[in-house]
Protein backbone atom coordinates (compact mmCIF):
# COMPACT_ATOMS: atom_id res chain seq x y z
CA UNK A 1 0.00 0.00 0.00
CA UNK A 2 1.28 3.38 -0.87
CA UNK A 3 1.84 5.32 2.47
CA UNK A 4 0.80 8.64 2.41
CA UNK A 5 3.02 12.00 2.36
CA UNK A 6 1.98 13.01 6.24
CA UNK A 7 3.31 9.05 7.36
CA UNK A 8 6.04 9.33 4.77
CA UNK A 9 7.36 13.23 6.53
CA UNK A 10 6.53 11.51 10.05
CA UNK A 11 8.64 8.61 9.15
CA UNK A 12 11.59 11.08 7.88
CA UNK A 13 11.04 12.92 10.81
CA UNK A 14 11.45 9.93 13.42
CA UNK A 15 14.99 9.20 11.74
CA UNK A 16 14.15 6.80 8.66
CA UNK A 17 15.75 8.49 5.80
CA UNK A 18 14.91 6.43 3.27
CA UNK A 19 10.96 7.41 3.56
CA UNK A 20 12.35 10.79 1.90
CA UNK A 21 12.89 9.16 -1.66
CA UNK A 22 9.47 8.60 -2.69
CA UNK A 23 8.71 12.46 -1.67
CA UNK A 24 11.75 13.02 -3.93
CA UNK A 25 10.20 10.91 -6.95
CA UNK A 26 6.95 12.55 -6.46
CA UNK A 27 7.90 16.20 -6.39
CA UNK A 28 11.02 16.42 -8.27
CA UNK A 29 9.11 17.54 -12.04
CA UNK A 30 8.02 20.29 -10.41
CA UNK A 31 11.21 21.63 -8.71
CA UNK A 32 12.79 20.94 -12.23
CA UNK A 33 10.03 22.44 -14.16
CA UNK A 34 10.35 25.71 -11.88
CA UNK A 35 14.35 25.72 -11.76
CA UNK A 36 13.99 25.31 -15.81
CA UNK A 37 12.65 29.11 -15.76
CA UNK A 38 15.81 31.18 -14.10
CA UNK A 39 18.99 28.53 -15.23
CA UNK A 40 18.87 28.18 -19.13
CA UNK A 41 22.12 25.17 -18.78
CA UNK A 42 20.92 21.76 -17.78
CA UNK A 43 23.56 21.35 -15.13
CA UNK A 44 22.74 24.22 -13.36
CA UNK A 45 19.11 23.17 -13.18
CA UNK A 46 19.93 20.05 -12.00
CA UNK A 47 22.31 22.10 -9.39
CA UNK A 48 19.26 24.02 -7.98
CA UNK A 49 17.05 21.17 -7.91
CA UNK A 50 19.48 18.95 -5.84
CA UNK A 51 20.25 21.62 -3.64
CA UNK A 52 16.27 22.17 -3.15
CA UNK A 53 16.31 18.62 -1.90
CA UNK A 54 19.18 18.80 0.22
CA UNK A 55 17.45 22.38 1.55
CA UNK A 56 14.56 20.25 2.04
CA UNK A 57 16.05 17.67 4.03
CA UNK A 58 17.71 19.48 6.66
CA UNK A 59 14.55 21.80 6.95
CA UNK A 60 11.77 19.32 7.30
CA UNK A 61 11.56 19.76 10.85
CA UNK A 62 10.22 23.18 10.28
CA UNK A 63 7.40 22.12 8.10
CA UNK A 64 4.12 22.12 10.56
CA UNK A 65 1.90 20.25 7.78
CA UNK A 66 -0.53 23.15 8.08
CA UNK A 67 -0.26 24.05 4.35
CA UNK A 68 0.46 20.93 1.78
CA UNK A 69 4.30 19.43 1.45
CA UNK A 70 3.72 20.98 -2.04
CA UNK A 71 3.35 24.56 -1.54
CA UNK A 72 6.50 24.54 1.62
CA UNK A 73 8.13 22.87 -1.34
CA UNK A 74 7.66 25.38 -4.02
CA UNK A 75 8.71 28.18 -1.43
CA UNK A 76 11.81 26.67 -0.82
CA UNK A 77 12.38 26.16 -4.63
CA UNK A 78 11.76 29.90 -5.34
CA UNK A 79 14.03 30.98 -2.65
CA UNK A 80 16.80 28.81 -3.85
CA UNK A 81 16.07 29.77 -7.96
CA UNK A 82 16.72 33.15 -6.28
CA UNK A 83 19.85 32.47 -4.99
CA UNK A 84 20.61 31.25 -7.95
CA UNK A 85 20.00 34.09 -9.95
CA UNK A 86 22.11 36.17 -7.13
CA UNK A 87 24.58 34.30 -7.53
CA UNK A 88 25.27 33.66 -11.46
CA UNK A 89 24.08 37.83 -12.58
CA UNK A 90 26.26 37.11 -16.45
CA UNK A 91 25.12 39.06 -19.48
CA UNK A 92 23.21 41.68 -18.33
CA UNK A 93 25.41 44.15 -19.99
CA UNK A 94 25.92 42.67 -23.37
CA UNK A 95 24.73 43.98 -26.65
CA UNK A 96 22.24 43.12 -28.82
CA UNK A 97 23.98 42.68 -31.79
CA UNK A 98 24.78 38.84 -31.54
CA UNK A 99 21.26 38.31 -32.31
CA UNK A 100 20.61 35.04 -34.15
CA UNK A 101 18.87 35.00 -37.68
CA UNK A 102 15.50 33.77 -36.57
CA UNK A 103 15.69 36.01 -33.96
CA UNK A 104 15.96 38.73 -36.02
CA UNK A 105 13.67 37.81 -38.72
CA UNK A 106 10.64 37.69 -36.01
CA UNK A 107 11.32 41.10 -34.83
CA UNK A 108 11.41 42.00 -38.69
CA UNK A 109 7.76 40.55 -39.12
CA UNK A 110 6.55 41.95 -35.30
CA UNK A 111 7.72 45.22 -36.80
CA UNK A 112 6.22 44.97 -40.03
CA UNK A 113 3.17 43.29 -38.89
CA UNK A 114 3.00 42.34 -35.14
CA UNK A 115 -0.35 40.21 -35.66
CA UNK A 116 1.58 37.95 -37.31
CA UNK A 117 4.76 37.34 -35.26
CA UNK A 118 3.88 34.13 -33.81
CA UNK A 119 3.67 33.41 -29.92
CA UNK A 120 4.79 30.16 -30.43
CA UNK A 121 7.68 30.64 -32.61
CA UNK A 122 11.39 29.01 -31.16
CA UNK A 123 12.67 32.90 -31.97
CA UNK A 124 9.92 34.78 -29.64
CA UNK A 125 11.12 32.30 -26.71
CA UNK A 126 15.01 32.41 -27.28
CA UNK A 127 14.07 36.50 -27.36
CA UNK A 128 12.25 36.68 -24.25
CA UNK A 129 15.04 34.32 -22.35
CA UNK A 130 17.77 36.91 -23.65
CA UNK A 131 15.52 39.37 -21.96
CA UNK A 132 14.67 38.30 -19.05
CA UNK A 133 18.43 36.72 -18.53
CA UNK A 134 19.11 41.13 -18.57
CA UNK A 135 16.95 41.75 -15.77
CA UNK A 136 18.39 41.98 -12.35
CA UNK A 137 17.31 39.29 -10.03
CA UNK A 138 14.45 40.28 -7.87
CA UNK A 139 13.15 41.94 -11.58
CA UNK A 140 13.21 38.55 -12.88
CA UNK A 141 11.86 36.83 -10.12
CA UNK A 142 8.66 38.94 -9.86
CA UNK A 143 8.15 38.99 -14.12
CA UNK A 144 8.49 35.62 -14.40
CA UNK A 145 5.92 34.48 -11.18
CA UNK A 146 3.64 37.46 -11.91
CA UNK A 147 3.74 37.72 -15.81
CA UNK A 148 4.50 34.33 -16.95
CA UNK A 149 2.79 32.26 -13.96
CA UNK A 150 0.51 34.54 -13.93
CA UNK A 151 0.27 34.47 -10.22
CA UNK A 152 -1.08 36.88 -7.75
CA UNK A 153 0.73 39.49 -5.80
CA UNK A 154 0.14 37.78 -2.05
CA UNK A 155 1.33 34.39 -3.70
CA UNK A 156 4.37 36.30 -4.91
CA UNK A 157 4.84 37.71 -1.49
CA UNK A 158 4.15 34.58 0.37
CA UNK A 159 7.01 32.31 -2.13
CA UNK A 160 9.66 34.66 -2.12
CA UNK A 161 8.91 36.23 1.97
CA UNK A 162 8.67 39.36 0.54
CA UNK A 163 6.04 41.67 1.45
CA UNK A 164 2.75 43.10 -0.41
CA UNK A 165 4.10 46.58 -0.91
CA UNK A 166 7.54 45.38 -1.69
CA UNK A 167 6.40 42.78 -4.47
CA UNK A 168 4.06 45.54 -6.46
CA UNK A 169 6.98 47.91 -6.23
CA UNK A 170 9.24 45.57 -7.37
CA UNK A 171 7.05 44.59 -10.09
CA UNK A 172 6.37 48.26 -11.64
CA UNK A 173 10.11 49.01 -10.87
CA UNK A 174 10.90 45.38 -13.33
CA UNK A 175 8.54 46.12 -15.90
CA UNK A 176 9.76 49.83 -16.40
CA UNK A 177 13.66 47.98 -16.58
CA UNK A 178 12.24 45.39 -19.03
CA UNK A 179 10.66 47.97 -21.79
CA UNK A 180 14.36 49.94 -20.88
CA UNK A 181 15.97 46.43 -22.08
CA UNK A 182 13.36 46.10 -25.09
CA UNK A 183 14.34 49.77 -25.61
CA UNK A 184 17.82 49.33 -25.96
CA UNK A 185 17.48 46.10 -28.10
CA UNK A 186 14.86 48.18 -30.93
CA UNK A 187 17.99 51.27 -30.79
CA UNK A 188 21.12 48.24 -31.45
CA UNK A 189 19.13 46.67 -33.72
CA UNK A 190 17.93 49.47 -36.21
CA UNK A 191 19.91 52.69 -35.23
CA UNK B 1 8.44 49.74 -32.97
CA UNK B 2 5.72 49.72 -29.96
CA UNK B 3 7.70 48.85 -27.24
CA UNK B 4 4.44 47.80 -24.93
CA UNK B 5 2.96 45.78 -27.50
CA UNK B 6 6.85 43.67 -28.11
CA UNK B 7 6.74 43.33 -24.36
CA UNK B 8 3.18 41.69 -24.10
CA UNK B 9 4.00 39.89 -26.90
CA UNK B 10 7.16 38.09 -25.68
CA UNK B 11 5.81 37.56 -22.08
CA UNK B 12 2.74 36.27 -24.36
CA UNK B 13 5.35 33.72 -25.55
CA UNK B 14 6.83 33.00 -22.66
CA UNK B 15 3.87 32.03 -21.11
CA UNK B 16 2.82 29.61 -24.09
CA UNK B 17 6.40 27.97 -23.79
CA UNK B 18 5.82 26.38 -20.08
CA UNK B 19 9.58 24.76 -19.22
CA UNK B 20 9.61 21.07 -19.39
CA UNK B 21 9.38 19.00 -15.95
CA UNK B 22 11.62 16.17 -17.05
CA UNK B 23 13.72 14.56 -14.43
CA UNK B 24 17.01 12.98 -15.20
CA UNK B 25 17.19 9.37 -14.58
CA UNK B 26 17.63 8.11 -11.56
CA UNK B 27 17.63 11.41 -9.71
CA UNK B 28 16.43 10.43 -7.37
CA UNK B 29 18.76 7.54 -6.12
CA UNK B 30 22.01 10.50 -6.50
CA UNK B 31 19.70 12.69 -3.65
CA UNK B 32 19.25 10.22 -1.45
CA UNK B 33 23.34 9.16 -1.67
CA UNK B 34 24.51 12.10 -1.18
CA UNK B 35 22.04 12.77 1.86
CA UNK B 36 24.09 9.69 3.56
CA UNK B 37 26.77 11.35 3.20
CA UNK B 38 26.17 14.39 3.78
CA UNK B 39 24.84 12.29 7.98
CA UNK B 40 28.18 10.20 7.61
CA UNK B 41 30.45 13.68 7.54
CA UNK B 42 27.72 14.92 10.21
CA UNK B 43 28.62 11.60 12.34
CA UNK B 44 32.69 12.35 11.99
CA UNK B 45 32.05 16.19 12.32
CA UNK B 46 29.92 15.30 15.90
CA UNK B 47 32.95 13.41 17.13
CA UNK B 48 35.38 16.07 16.49
CA UNK B 49 33.59 19.01 17.89
CA UNK B 50 33.05 16.00 20.89
CA UNK B 51 37.00 15.53 21.28
CA UNK B 52 37.78 19.12 21.15
CA UNK B 53 35.40 20.05 23.98
CA UNK B 54 36.75 17.04 25.86
CA UNK B 55 40.49 18.24 25.23
CA UNK B 56 39.69 21.71 26.05
CA UNK B 57 37.90 20.59 29.73
CA UNK B 58 41.07 18.72 30.37
CA UNK B 59 43.16 21.60 29.66
CA UNK B 60 41.44 23.60 32.19
CA UNK B 61 41.01 21.01 34.74
CA UNK B 62 45.09 20.74 34.40
CA UNK B 63 45.69 24.18 34.85
CA UNK B 64 42.88 24.33 38.06
CA UNK B 65 45.28 21.70 39.91
CA UNK B 66 48.77 23.13 38.54
CA UNK B 67 47.63 26.75 40.49
CA UNK B 68 46.36 24.36 43.20
CA UNK B 69 49.60 23.02 43.43
CA UNK B 70 51.83 25.41 43.27
CA UNK B 71 49.99 28.08 45.47
CA UNK B 72 49.01 25.75 48.03
CA UNK B 73 52.43 25.22 50.49
CA UNK B 74 51.44 21.46 52.34
CA UNK B 75 50.84 20.03 48.81
CA UNK B 76 54.21 20.62 47.83
CA UNK B 77 55.30 19.11 50.93
CA UNK B 78 53.17 15.97 50.42
CA UNK B 79 54.83 15.81 46.40
CA UNK B 80 58.32 15.63 48.26
CA UNK B 81 56.94 12.84 50.60
CA UNK B 82 55.50 11.10 47.81
CA UNK B 83 58.44 11.56 45.54
CA UNK B 84 60.46 10.00 48.58
CA UNK B 85 58.54 7.32 48.86
CA UNK B 86 58.41 6.29 45.17
CA UNK B 87 61.99 6.65 45.46
CA UNK B 88 62.67 4.30 48.37
CA UNK B 89 60.19 1.62 46.90
CA UNK B 90 61.42 1.80 43.61
CA UNK B 91 64.96 1.24 45.13
CA UNK B 92 64.01 -1.17 48.12
CA UNK B 93 65.45 -4.46 46.47
CA UNK B 94 68.49 -2.11 45.65
CA UNK B 95 68.82 -1.57 49.59
CA UNK B 96 68.27 -4.30 50.38
CA UNK B 97 70.98 -6.28 48.85
CA UNK B 98 73.49 -3.92 49.35
CA UNK B 99 72.55 -4.22 53.66
CA UNK B 100 73.04 -8.43 52.78
CA UNK B 101 76.62 -8.07 51.76
Known amino acids: ?191 | MNIADLQKKLLAAARANPPGDRVPYAFEKRVMALLVARAATDYLALWVRGLWRAAVSCAVIALLLGAWAFFNPTASTNADDLSQNFENTLLASVDQSDQAQ
Open chain 1, 1 to 191: MEQTEADLIAAVLRGNAASFEPLVQRYSPRVFATARRYARRESEVEDIAQEVWLKAFEKLKSFRGEAPFEHWLMRLTVRTCYDFLRGHQRNRESPFSDLTEPENDWLERFVAQPETASENADAAKLLVERILERLSPPARLVITLLEIEDRSVKEIAQLTGWSVPLVKVRAFRARADMRKILAKMARDKYL
